[in-house]
């Protein structure tokens, strides 16, 4: 029994460990993703974002930048597809209507 509670507040550890990096990095692709929408940049942005999205988990955040993006790029159908998972990320997390009105938005503009 002992071993077991050593085992498992040791993989709490290393699983904490293991975790802690993804949460900076998502923040890490968001500042960068957002200096370069401020330049315009829209095709950095998405190569920014998909980077991450490949081994990371995703955001209402990053795939309503990531949908923007894409929109600014004329890829409508994938603009569409990132501003559905950011209204269904947003919905999961507990309603986020800025994220949910803004990807909203980019659906209506790329029918």
């Given at each position: 029994?002992?071993?077991?509670?050593?085992?498992?507040?040791?993989?709490?550890?290393?699983?904490?460990?293991?975790?802690?990096?993804?949460?900076?990095?998502?923040?890490?692709?968001?500042?960068?993703?957002?200096?370069?929408?401020?330049?315009?940049?829209?095709?950095?942005?998405?190569?920014t974002i998909?980077?991450?999205?490949?081994?990371?988990?995703s955001s209402?955040?990053?795939?309503?930048?990531?949908?923007?993006?894409?929109?600014?790029?004329?890829?409508?159908?994938?603009?569409?597809?990132?501003?559905t998972k950011?209204?269904?990320?947003?919905?999961?997390?507990?309603?986020?209507?800025?994220?949910?009105?803004?990807?909203?938005?980019?659906?209506?503009?790329?029918?």
């Amino acid at each position: 029994m002992e071993f077991a509670v050593r085992l498992r507040r040791g993989l709490g550890a290393v699983t904490l460990a293991v975790l802690a990096p993804w949460a900076g990095a998502a923040g890490d692709a968001l500042a960068t993703a957002k200096e370069l929408a401020a330049a315009q940049k829209w095709s950095e942005v998405a190569a920014t974002i998909e980077e991450h999205l490949r081994f990371h988990p995703s955001s209402a955040a990053l795939d309503d930048l990531l949908a923007q993006a894409f929109a600014k790029l004329g890829r409508k159908d994938v603009a569409r597809e990132a501003a559905t998972k950011t209204i269904e990320i947003a919905k999961a997390a507990g309603g986020d209507a800025d994220y949910e009105k803004a990807a909203q938005a980019i659906l209506n503009a790329n029918k």
